[in-house]
């Protein structure tokens, strides 16, 4: 049966969480049962969650899959395909042009196969908890929307005011990140910058945070600045994503973004 996830499903869906050793934590599950209420799918099986997506919109223009699992033992009877084209369904009723997704190995043939095509690799660095003599500068935060909007290519101003709760900086005309907590390291993201000096200024300030703890940064290995950045402050590369894009019937044109400005991700979830 295939349903609505709400919260009373966090238990199951933090089971499918930890099968794979991702980073969400319930928290992160909350957010997006508030973002997009309507926009998370179960698959049930013998009473218990067996499968998940996400769907995150950013306006009429694009649509951000995530959290596609299912439980070791559940698959290869279709239940991710099933939810898949649920969720594809339900972007095309919504009228929103695009939908992406960031695959890994696992799910690449499944949602090739859905008509997603490869953009671009996306990479998760990880840095070991490990000193360093970084200052923690007071920073304000101050939304820039036009930036994100630009980097981006549609408009995330709805996620970003939902993790600056958590931490957010920005140096003034250079750019912002933010960062949360995660089950396995504290992750640094989004970061939207117009220099890499700015990068620099809010990575200290984040690594000066989590002092001792590890730290996940996802980065498109297009923006060679942010590669640079990752391995001068003893980031090693982890994992290897690609990014995937599939118009809606009818979709005008390609988003129109600016990779240069991307210095982290909000997530594979999120975009
Ligand atoms: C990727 C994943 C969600 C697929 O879930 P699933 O419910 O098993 O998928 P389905 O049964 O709908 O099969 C979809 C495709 O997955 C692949 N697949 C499924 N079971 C497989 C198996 N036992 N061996 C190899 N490939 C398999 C096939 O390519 C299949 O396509 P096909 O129907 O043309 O053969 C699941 O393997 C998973 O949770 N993996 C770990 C998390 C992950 O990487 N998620 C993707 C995030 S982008």
């Known amino acids: 049966m295939i349903r609505k996830l709400e919260e009373?499903?966090?238990?199951?869906?933090?089971?499918?969480?930890?099968?794979?050793?991702?980073?969400?934590?319930?928290q992160d599950w909350r957010h997006i049962f508030e973002l997009e209420p309507e926009g998370a799918l179960a698959l049930e099986d013998g009473g218990r969650v067996a499968c998940t997506t996400t769907t995150v919109c950013y306006g009429r223009e694009l649509a951000w899959i995530g959290m596609v699992l299912t439980l070791p033992e559940c698959r290869g009877r279709g239940y991710a395909r099933r939810l898949m084209r649920e969720a594809l369904a339900w972007v095309e009723r919504r009228g929103i042009a695009w939908t992406k997704l960031d695959a890994t190995d696992m799910g690449h043939h499944l949602y090739e196969s859905l008509g997603f095509r490869d953009e671009q690799p996306v990479e998760r660095w990880k840095r070991a908890p490990a000193?360093?003599?970084?200052?923690?500068?007071?920073?304000?935060?101050?939304?820039?929307?036009?930036?994100?909007?630009?980097?981006?290519?549609?408009?995330?101003?709805?996620?970003?005011?939902?993790?600056?709760?958590?931490?957010?900086?920005?140096?003034?005309?250079?750019?912002f990140a933010m960062g949360r907590p995660g089950n396995a390291a504290a992750y640094f993201g989004p970061c939207v910058c117009r220099r890499p000096e700015a990068a620099r200024v809010l990575l200290e300030w984040f690594l000066?945070?989590?002092?001792?703890?590890?730290?996940?940064?996802?980065?498109?290995?297009?923006?060679?600045?942010?590669?640079?950045?990752?391995?001068?402050?003893?980031?090693?590369?982890?994992?290897v994503l690609m990014r995937m894009g599939r118009p809606s019937p009818g979709a005008a044109r390609p988003i129109e973004n600016n990779d240069a400005l991307v210095f982290g991700l909000a997530g594979f979830e999120y975009g």
């Open 8 to 26: 009373s499903d966090l238990a199951g869906a933090m089971a499918l969480v930890r099968s794979v050793g991702w980073n969400q934590t319930e």
């Open 208 to 239: 000066a945070r989590h002092f001792g703890e590890p730290v996940y940064w996802d980065i498109l290995p297009s923006n060679r600045e942010a590669l640079r950045l990752a391995e001068e402050y003893g980031f090693e590369k982890q994992r």
């Open 131 to 175: 000193g360093g003599d970084f200052r923690a500068p007071e920073l304000e935060f101050g939304m820039d929307a036009e930036l994100d909007r630009q980097a981006f290519g549609a408009d995330r101003a709805r996620l970003l005011e939902f993790f600056r709760r958590f931490e957010a900086a920005s140096v003034p005309d250079g750019g």
